[in-house]
């Protein structure tokens, strides 16, 4: 997930030029079946980078490169996903 979100993260430039910083949380579902479902932005400190994540994590998820939900007691169950991302974590290495 976390080479994906590299690939696919466009920050936002004015976010880099300034470095600021703070935390975005992405959530959504695993379906028994290996389905993502309500996919949603959970929490951003910055409206633009989340907005950025949201869009970079729905192209991964479009992919439907084999998600595996969890098993409980034996058997496969929904899964819900929490994707938190540090946005200094990604802006060290990109350029406005």
Known sequence: ???Q???HLKYPKDLV???NGGTAT??????KDG???DPELFNSDDKE?????A???RRIIGKNIGWKAGIKEGKTVDTLIEYTLRYMDYC???TP
Do not use: P
């Open 1 to 3: 997930m976390e080479q």
């Open 5 to 7: 979100i590299k690939l």
């Open 17 to 19: 030029k300034y470095k």
């Open 26 to 31: 992405f959530r959504f579902i695993v379906s």
């Open 35 to 37: 389905k993502v479902k």
């Open 49 to 53: 980078f989340g907005a950025a994540f």
């Open 55 to 57: 869009e970079a994590l």
């Open 92 to 94: 060290t290495s990109q």
